[in-house]
């Protein structure tokens, strides 16, 4: 019989998984409906898709218009147009469901007799959105009719981009410069940006000589306390009649980091182990067996991933120093060297700085006891 995932692997957290972060979500929907635009960058799956999603799901209960637009899936501009209108679109029809793949199928989509009765009351019309149109003039298009109906309904609309660093594959300058004269106009549209190169989102909102310098405010997802992770762990556990112990618990946290999917990884896995041996306790050597078990399923990823620091110059020497709790300035390579290959391994989300002036940290310790075993 197959055993039913207890946590969320392979698919984003619900409400009940997204894990201590009221008081983040709770100030980001008040700065949002306010009219304050947002960036939330970091490393992939440490949960911003998750928490952004669940923002707008409380802005949704508020009153708010919402919409969400992944920039990983757009293949250009026209792609990304017909994303943001369907998206905008479906506040008034309540078919957020549908999927919807050129600019073409979205303008029968909204050619309906039913639909444009119920778009009633907004200026822009399907003539105005023709199919013969540059995908420059249609993604003006979706940003207008994104303000329109905000301002028809009298209501905030907040639209989600998620993996914004794609403006760069997009169209770059030329598409940020285009965006930006939007944006400034509008007076019911708010942005939350996500992204997970964090260097690259903050020069784009931070560089004075950047279209969207300071149109947003930057704000970094905090990391989740162990102490809220134990809560959460024991809650989902027990509610399926399983015992964590403290041993159990502790030798999860320290064996992910607190990394948010890979704890989720190996905390399901645990639970599937026990589900196979028909035992009701997980204790500090299940939790290691689980552990060892993920990583083995990660080991091809990890090989990539190794190689893609080692493309860059001196990188793979960097990591390695910083694995063993070396300075990475004590590997006798030049600074400027050691600077950039910091900067890339940043860049990569490999390693982060929790502060300015702190020591770098793997992003993902599993993958730290990877490199570790690797390297002896």
């Given at each position: 019989?197959?055993?039913?995932?207890?946590?969320?692997?392979?698919?984003?957290?619900?409400?009940?998984?997204?894990?201590?972060?009221?008081?983040?979500?709770?100030?980001?929907?008040?700065?949002?409906?306010?009219?304050?635009?947002?960036?939330?960058?970091?490393?992939?799956?440490?949960?911003?898709?998750?928490?952004?999603?669940?923002v707008?799901?409380?802005?949704?209960?508020?009153?708010c218009?919402?919409?969400?637009?992944?920039?990983?899936f757009?293949?250009?501009?026209?792609?990304?147009a017909?994303?943001?209108v369907?998206?905008?679109?479906?506040?008034?029809?309540?078919?957020?469901?549908r999927?919807i793949?050129s600019?073409?199928?979205?303008?029968?989509?909204?050619?309906?007799?039913?639909?444009?009765?119920?778009?009633?009351?907004?200026?822009?019309?399907?003539?105005?959105?023709?199919?013969?149109r540059?995908?420059?003039?249609?993604?003006?298009?979706?940003?207008?009719?994104?303000?329109?109906?905000?301002?028809?309904?009298?209501?905030?609309?907040?639209?989600?981009?998620?993996?914004?660093?794609?403006?760069?594959?997009?169209?770059?300058?030329?598409?940020?410069?285009?965006?930006?004269?939007?944006?400034?106009?509008?007076?019911?549209?708010?942005?939350?940006?996500?992204?997970?190169?964090?260097?690259?989102?903050?020069?784009?909102?931070?560089e004075?000589?950047?279209?969207?310098?300071?149109?947003?405010?930057?704000?970094?997802?905090?990391?989740?306390p162990?102490?809220?992770?134990?809560?959460?762990?024991?809650?989902?556990f027990?509610?399926?009649?399983?015992?964590?112990?403290?041993?159990?618990?502790?030798?999860?946290l320290?064996?992910?980091?607190?990394?948010?999917?890979?704890?989720?990884?190996?905390?399901?896995?645990?639970?599937v182990?026990?589900?196979?041996?028909?035992?009701?306790?997980?204790?500090?050597?299940?939790?290691?067996?689980?552990?060892?078990?993920?990583?083995?399923?990660?080991?091809?990823?990890?090989?990539?991933?190794?190689?893609?620091?080692?493309?860059?110059?001196?990188?793979?020497?960097?990591?390695?120093?910083?694995?063993?709790?070396?300075?990475?300035?004590?590997?006798?390579?030049p600074?400027?060297?050691?600077?950039?290959?910091?900067?890339?391994?940043?860049?990569?989300?490999?390693?982060?700085?929790?502060?300015?002036?702190?020591?770098?940290?793997?992003?993902?310790?599993?993958?730290?006891?990877?490199?570790?075993?690797?390297?002896?």
């Amino acid at each position: 019989m197959p055993v039913v995932p207890l946590f969320p692997v392979g698919t984003l957290a619900g409400p009940d998984d997204v894990v201590d972060r009221e008081a983040f979500m709770a100030d980001a929907a008040a700065e949002l409906t306010s009219g304050q635009s947002l960036v939330v960058a970091g490393p992939r799956r440490t949960g911003k898709t998750s928490v952004g999603k669940a923002v707008l799901a409380e802005l949704d209960r508020a009153g708010c218009h919402t919409a969400y637009v992944d920039l990983f899936f757009a293949t250009g501009l026209e792609s990304l147009a017909t994303q943001l209108v369907q998206a905008v679109v479906s506040n008034r029809l309540g078919m957020k469901n549908r999927v919807i793949h050129s600019w073409e199928e979205l303008l029968s989509w909204l050619g309906g007799f039913q639909v444009t009765e119920r778009l009633a009351g907004l200026e822009v019309a399907l003539t105005r959105i023709g199919p013969h149109r540059t995908p420059e003039q249609m993604l003006d298009a979706a940003l207008v009719l994104s303000e329109q109906m905000a301002a028809r309904d009298q209501k905030r609309l907040v639209v989600l981009l998620d993996e914004f660093q794609e403006v760069n594959r997009l169209g770059g300058t030329l598409l940020l410069q285009r965006m930006r004269a939007h944006f400034q106009q509008q007076r019911w549209c708010t942005y939350l940006f996500l992204g997970s190169q964090a260097s690259l989102l903050n020069a784009l909102f931070a560089e004075r000589q950047r279209a969207l310098y300071r149109f947003a405010l930057l704000r970094d997802l905090p990391p989740v306390p162990d102490e809220a992770w134990r809560m959460y762990l024991h809650r989902k556990f027990e509610g399926a009649g399983v015992e964590l112990t403290q041993a159990g618990a502790d030798t999860l946290l320290a064996r992910t980091g607190g990394h948010p999917y890979g704890l989720m990884q190996v905390a399901n896995r645990a639970y599937v182990l026990l589900q196979q041996g028909d035992l009701r306790k997980i204790t500090a050597d299940v939790a290691v067996l689980a552990c060892q078990d993920v990583l083995r399923t990660l080991d091809r990823v990890y090989e990539a991933e190794w190689a893609d620091v080692r493309r860059v110059k001196a990188a793979g020497r960097i990591l390695e120093a910083l694995a063993r709790g070396e300075s990475p300035y004590q590997t006798n390579l030049p600074a400027a060297t050691v600077y950039r290959a910091l900067a890339a391994l940043v860049q990569q989300g490999v390693i982060y700085r929790p502060a300015p002036r702190a020591r770098y940290r793997f992003t993902e310790v599993m993958f730290w006891d990877w490199l570790l075993g690797k390297l002896t």
